[in-house]
């Protein structure tokens, strides 16, 4: 949360019995020293303007007795910052942090800033080792101290300088900015601060120049920098770092180092106010703020697609960084292109190897394409937050569009959706795997594996006529298949359901009969259907009769096409993915019909019908009752 959007602070100071943890409390909200000391305090609060950030602090003491310890683990647990106390007249107690308290911390899993306090500096002998030499092994064994300060409640020494040192680690933290062990940034602090060195890189030639360092001060700090500092800048860089200052301006190497010296020097509000005003949170990503887009909003049957400006845009980036101009990006160029963003937004294995890739696993512009649609129809929010960490430009909401609802599209008999999700249904090694490898043009492989997870494949496929969609293929593994179909809206996302079976074993053909079926009753049931097409795998084995004989009944039957027959080792799909893309443009035809169906249209009609004469019956009466009135009238007059 950046310092702007807290209402405020809350820190909980514990430590042994005696450590001084209410006096301490006392004498930085009073500038007095308590001549009684209560048990515990109630919660005390610092006003907003006690501190520069102008956050309100709230503190909170706790018991260190045993019979309190689960309110004090609850208190600690709500924690922003821990004040960890230890009295520096009783070594004993500064022994307990390493033995006992930091210990006990990390069991209750709290990950906040600690801050250790070494109370009653005025007592402490001066033959004991400085702080420096005490703290240095404690603070490298447990990295979430985030400063170590001695302080006199009585003398008023340094009592102040322990809540803002506590502020100072919620609001400006360490952690997620700066590896204290190698004493270098972290990669995702690297990677941000890179995206905004882009941003305010106006000219695109890789340096800041003056004007720019100035427009970016302005922005950050509202105030300009003056020449001499500009200059005074470049020379501190300059002096510890040749490559961080170019003729031409600041490098990314030296604004790199800048933020590296602020951090170093204890100045990280630096660093965090420039995080904060490009948007980033705590966890050095985009905030929700930022990635706002109401357009995102949509029905369970509607879905999301990149717009021709977002697929411009992305074929140019491909271009950009296919720095060898092979038609493909290498891991290396893909991880540079990505290189402003957090992580690769393609490392979770739903997006790994699902995407079209030259021989050498460079990933071509359809593959590059297609990971974009799938990431966005997966994950449209994820993908809006991708397409600005890498440059997007104007409104970001202008990348998308939501498509028609899939019960509209059935009703005007037509579809226009540019990305399609089929999924593939089909008993265990009936061939699932190896179409969804065909679709990215991956070779067969006779070694099958199970299939864990969720699987998908995704490539652009061509249609009579030169128009391009994206083909999106979802594994739907047979363990699954009864948790899926229990629930209502469990269909609403697919365009099209293949059931693959093997043609040379008739149980796996029972198999996808059975799934066909259920698949079927499940769109009748909750009004959603979805074409079905049934694929004969393994066409380069005998085919087992009864396959063929019970497959051309079915179809008859539920009222689809017969079955397509491919092979996919010996290569032979035909015109598989076009028929799979066309029968999701005419979402209408091969909608199955089951015996149960049949009997509840049949019914439909019936009523329907029964209503319609029950209301000309009506209509009729009441007519006759009108003119019996009007000819009694006549008759009375």
């Known amino acids: 949360m950046a310092s702007e959007g807290r209402t405020r602070c809350q820190v909980v100071v514990v430590g042994d019995p005696g450590t001084g943890k209410t006096s301490l409390i006392t004498a930085v909200a009073t500038d007095s020293f308590p001549e009684r000391v209560p ?324 990933l071509t512009l359809n593959g590059f394409l297609s990971s974009w649609s799938l990431m966005t129809l997966m994950e449209p929010q994820k993908s809006l937050a991708h397409l600005i960490y890498i440059g997007y430009p104007g409104d970001a909401s202008s990348a998308f569009r939501i498509t028609r609802r899939r019960r509209l599209d059935r009703k005007k008999q037509r579809s226009q959706r540019v990305v399609f999700q089929a999924y593939v249904f089909g008993a265990t090694n009936s061939g699932k795997s190896a179409l969804l490898n065909a679709l990215v043009g991956r070779p067969y492989n006779e070694a099958s594996e199970h299939t864990k997870g969720v699987h998908c494949a995704a490539n652009v496929v061509e249609q009579i006529g030169g128009s391009k969609k994206t083909l999106i293929l979802r594994e739907v593994n047979e363990e699954s298949v009864a948790g899926l179909l229990e629930k209502k809206d469990a269909m609403m996302d697919c365009d099209v359901a293949a059931f693959v079976y093997d043609s040379s074993d008739a149980a796996s053909w029972d198999r996808a009969h059975e799934l066909l079926v259920e698949v079927a009753a499940h769109g009748e049931l909750n009004g959603l259907e979805v074409p079905c097409l049934l694929i004969a795998a393994k066409d380069d084995l005998d085919p087992d009769p009864s396959c063929v004989q019970n497959a051309s009944r079915v179809c008859t039957e539920m009222g689809i096409e017969a079955p397509i027959s491919v092979s996919m080792k010996l290569g032979d799909i035909g015109n598989l993915f076009r028929r799979i893309v066309d029968a999701a443009q005419r979402p209408h035809l091969s909608i199955p019909e089951t015996e149960q169906g049949r009997t509840q249209k049949h019914y439909r009609r019936l009523i329907k019908r029964s209503l319609t004469v029950a209301a000309v019956g009506t209509t009729v009466t009441i007519a006759g009752i009108a003119i019996y009135r009007v000819y009694a009238r006549r008759k009375d007059n």
């Open 39 to 362: 048990l515990v305090l109630p919660p005390t609060r610092l006003p907003h303007d006690f501190y520069p950030d102008r956050v309100p602090l709230v503190i909170y003491d706790t018991s260190s007795r045993q019979e309190d310890k689960a309110k004090t683990d609850m208190e600690c647990k709500r924690a922003d910052a821990i004040v960890l106390t230890y009295a520096c007249d009783r070594p004993q107690t500064l022994e307990r942090l390493s033995s006992y308290w930091l210990p006990e911390l990390r069991a209750l899993e709290i990950k906040v800033p600690v801050i250790v306090v070494g109370c009653k500096l005025d007592l402490r002998d001066d033959r004991q080792p400085s702080l420096e030499q005490v703290m240095a092994p404690l603070m490298h064994e447990f990295r979430e101290i985030e400063t170590c300060i001695e302080c006199s409640s009585i003398k008023q020494v340094q009592v102040a300088e322990v809540f803002y040192y506590a502020q100072k680690a919620i609001l400006h933290p360490t952690a997620p900015l700066f590896d204290q062990e190698s004493q270098t940034l972290k990669p995702r602090c690297v990677r941000a601060l890179k995206r905004i060195f882009i941003l305010c890189d106006h000219d695109r030639d890789g340096t800041l120049n003056d004007a720019e360092l100035n427009d970016f001060q302005v922005k950050c700090f509202n105030a300009p920098l003056q020449p001499s500092e500009v200059v005074g800048v470049k020379k501190v860089v300059s002096e510890k770092m040749a490559e961080g200052v170019s003729n031409d301006g600041l490098t990314l190497t030296g604004f790199l180092f800048l933020h590296a010296l602020f951090i170093e020097r204890g100045r990280l509000e630096t660093t965090w106010t420039v995080l904060r005003k490009f948007g980033y949170n705590d966890e050095i990503e985009l905030r929700d703020d930022v990635l706002l887009c109401p357009s995102l909003k949509r029905a369970p049957d509607q879905s999301v697609e990149l717009t021709e400006n977002a697929i411009d845009f992305l074929k140019r980036v491909f271009t950009a960084f296919d720095l060898d101009g092979d038609g493909a990006l290498k891991l290396q160029e893909l991880e540079e292109l990505f290189s402003t963003a957090p992580s690769s937004p393609w490392e979770e294995s739903i997006y790994r190897d699902a995407a079209e890739t030259n021989s050498v696993g460079g």
